[in-house]
């Protein structure tokens, strides 16, 4: 069994986002992590191979830097790790995004694609959905749980306050959930296996059925008009009630002005 996924490497907020003048966020001064529902994603594939074997290859697509996710995902347990990088793919939104990371993998042989359900520096939850239909294979998002049966893949789907149990043949995508499950640790042994191992790098040239009018910046419909690290907060109302009653009732009022009572 072949399983892919695809992770990101996404700024780590606690050390501050900072932005190039073209309003896209400038990765390179930021520090960064693997992004938390990708790495629950990762799990999901190890587990699948620690349980019944698999060949689990890790994709991701960003600056030379996003080798260190990769290197991360190697030293949790993946086999192969493959970083596309290009000048000419920078400042892609989702749609450009998908349409790279999707023709990278039809480079690859592949019986599950596991990716996370959306990145903390976009929020926007498309990109897994758009590689399944760029890649014409079915989606099931919103992973709670997951397992293999036979040729099918059965994932718990989360629902608003229900669940769907949901059964697709594999070849299938499929977008995880943080709360899939608790990703192991890397290794020391990993760590040293991970450091030692070669990354596979593919450049825009190593990626076939790709028009350049759908990457990177140029290629991309979703254009940012303006973007800041901080919300700027008004100082709000200040009351001093003078009894404890007074207090709750001034709460009450104000609950009932916004209609939440």
Same mark, same amino acid.
């Given at each position: 069994m072949k399983i892919v996924v695809c992770v990101k490497q996404v700024p780590d907020t606690k050390g501050g986002v900072k932005f190039k003048p073209d309003g896209t966020l400038d990765r390179g001064a930021m520090?960064?992590?693997?992004?938390p529902d990708d790495k629950a994603g990762l799990e999901a594939a190890l587990r699948i191979k620690d349980e019944m074997g698999a060949e689990v290859t890790v994709v991701t697509m960003g600056l030379p830097k996003a080798e260190e996710v990769l290197r991360e995902a190697l030293a949790m347990g993946a086999d192969k790790g493959i970083l596309v990088t290009d000048r000419v793919l920078g400042g892609a939104d989702t749609w450009a995004t998908s349409q790279t990371i999707a023709a990278a993998i039809r480079n690859l042989e592949y019986d599950l694609i596991i990716t996370g359900r959306q990145a903390i520096d976009g929020d926007t939850a498309q990109v897994g959905p758009q590689i399944s239909e760029h890649l014409g294979?079915?989606?099931i998002s919103y992973a709670h749980e997951l397992k293999i049966e036979g040729d099918s893949v059965v994932v718990k789907r989360q629902y608003d306050d229900r669940y769907h149990i949901?059964?697709?043949?594999?070849?299938?995508?499929?977008?995880?959930?943080?709360?899939?499950?608790?990703?192991?640790?890397? *290794?020391?042994? &990993?760590?040293? =296996?991970?450091? #030692?191992?070669?990354? *596979?790098?593919? &450049?825009?040239? =190593?990626?076939? #059925?790709?028009d350049d009018s759908n990457i990177g910046l140029k290629g991309s419909p979703t254009q940012i008009a303006k973007a800041s690290d901080k919300v700027a907060k008004g100082a709000g109302e200040k009351v001093t009630p003078d009894t404890a009653n007074d207090a709750a009732q001034y709460i009450l009022s104000k609950l009932s002005e916004k209609h939440v009572i």
């Amino acid at each position: 069994m072949k399983i892919v996924v695809c992770v990101k490497q996404v700024p780590d907020t606690k050390g501050g986002v900072k932005f190039k003048p073209d309003g896209t966020l400038d990765r390179g001064a930021m520090l960064s992590i693997m992004n938390p529902d990708d790495k629950a994603g990762l799990e999901a594939a190890l587990r699948i191979k620690d349980e019944m074997g698999a060949e689990v290859t890790v994709v991701t697509m960003g600056l030379p830097k996003a080798e260190e996710v990769l290197r991360e995902a190697l030293a949790m347990g993946a086999d192969k790790g493959i970083l596309v990088t290009d000048r000419v793919l920078g400042g892609a939104d989702t749609w450009a995004t998908s349409q790279t990371i999707a023709a990278a993998i039809r480079n690859l042989e592949y019986d599950l694609i596991i990716t996370g359900r959306q990145a903390i520096d976009g929020d926007t939850a498309q990109v897994g959905p758009q590689i399944s239909e760029h890649l014409g294979i079915p989606v099931i998002s919103y992973a709670h749980e997951l397992k293999i049966e036979g040729d099918s893949v059965v994932v718990k789907r989360q629902y608003d306050d229900r669940y769907h149990i949901l059964k697709a043949k594999m070849p299938c995508l499929v977008t995880a959930l943080s709360e899939l499950n608790e990703p192991r640790y890397m *290794t020391p042994g &990993g760590i040293f =296996d991970a450091f #030692d191992a070669e990354i *596979t790098v593919w &450049g825009r040239n =190593d990626l076939k #059925d790709l028009d350049d009018s759908n990457i990177g910046l140029k290629g991309s419909p979703t254009q940012i008009a303006k973007a800041s690290d901080k919300v700027a907060k008004g100082a709000g109302e200040k009351v001093t009630p003078d009894t404890a009653n007074d207090a709750a009732q001034y709460i009450l009022s104000k609950l009932s002005e916004k209609h939440v009572i």
